[in-house]
């Protein structure tokens, strides 16, 4: 059975950083292309930004690149999001995900395994 977790979530305030931290089991972790994205209330799902399973690629949505940046350890089997500069439209549940593959997605659909997700609020 896969589960895959998210942490390190919280309430920080405009300009402050985090780093979101994302695990799985129950597969190889360095087979899969990974990604994060985001869902604010009232509004879709949306990319944040992916990884190929390497970590050798990366691609960002234009509202957080130069502030976000993804990497993933296969050693540890943990996947990472730098946030800095963090504004108030970064509040979100941010979600982990994962699919076995060599590509690299950007769309929700595309992938098969999912965190529960871990919450975000940036105060102004």
């Known amino acids: 059975q896969v589960h895959v977790v998210e942490s390190g979530g919280g309430v920080v305030q405009s300009g402050d950083s985090l780093r979101l931290s994302c695990t799985a089991s129950?597969?190889?972790?360095?087979?899969?292309?990974m990604g994060w994205f985001r869902q604010a209330p009232g509004k879709e799902r949306e990319f944040v930004a992916a990884?190929?399973?390497?970590?050798?690629?990366?691609q960002y949505a234009d509202s957080v690149k130069g502030r976000f940046t993804i990497s993933k350890d296969n050693a540890k089997n943990t996947l990472y999001l730098q946030m800095n500069a963090l504004i108030p439209e970064d509040t979100a549940v941010y979600y982990c995900a994962a699919k076995p593959t060599t590509g690299l997605y950007t769309t929700p659909a595309m992938y098969e395994y999912w965190g529960q997700g871990t919450q975000v609020t940036v105060s102004s």
């Open positions: 129950g597969l190889t972790f360095s087979d899969q292309a």
């Open positions: 990884t190929t399973y390497i970590g050798g690629l990366r």
